[in-house]
């Protein structure tokens, strides 16, 4: 596989987590919107680490290594940071029970809604740097 063709997989890969967290939105299983966002972010970013250093990106979910990496971290504004680390720990936190309690309170209609609406704009930014 060039490395072309594993970029345009983990693009469609991203798109599709996104499609998914808007599908759970829709569908009310707030849960799992926080999680598939994270799978987005995270799939987009192992399409640019793809591009940027022209290898298999490491098998890992966590979204600030792969962006410091992946050499890329610099180019994300602060506010994408941050987003990135707010959504950063909605990979594990949707698997383990003590955590789904407390989670289920932060993952409101208003503030997945929020959630898929930065995951896109993120997306799309990083598909214009690709």
Not at 33 to 41: D, E, I, R, S
Not at 51 to 75: C, M, N, S, V, W
Request: hydrophobic share 35%; with cysteine.
């Amino acid at each position: 596989m060039t490395n072309d063709e594993k970029t345009t997989y983990w693009i469609e890969l991203s798109d599709y987590d996104l499609e998914t967290a808007d599908a759970m939105f829709q569908t009310k299983r707030y849960l799992y919107v926080g999680f598939m966002c994270h799978q987005a972010v995270e799939k987009i970013f192992k399409a640019l680490y793809v591009k940027q250093k022209g290898e298999t990106p490491p098998y890992t979910h966590k979204l600030i290594y792969l962006a410091r990496h992946g050499d890329f971290y610099d180019f994300l504004d602060e506010k994408q940071i941050n987003f990135v680390l707010e959504i950063e720990p909605l990979n594990i936190e949707t698997r383990y029970p003590e955590y789904k309690e407390r989670l289920m309170k932060r993952l409101v209609p208003l503030y997945c809604e929020d959630l898929i609406g930065q995951t896109k704009t993120l997306q799309q930014w990083i598909k214009k740097q690709l």
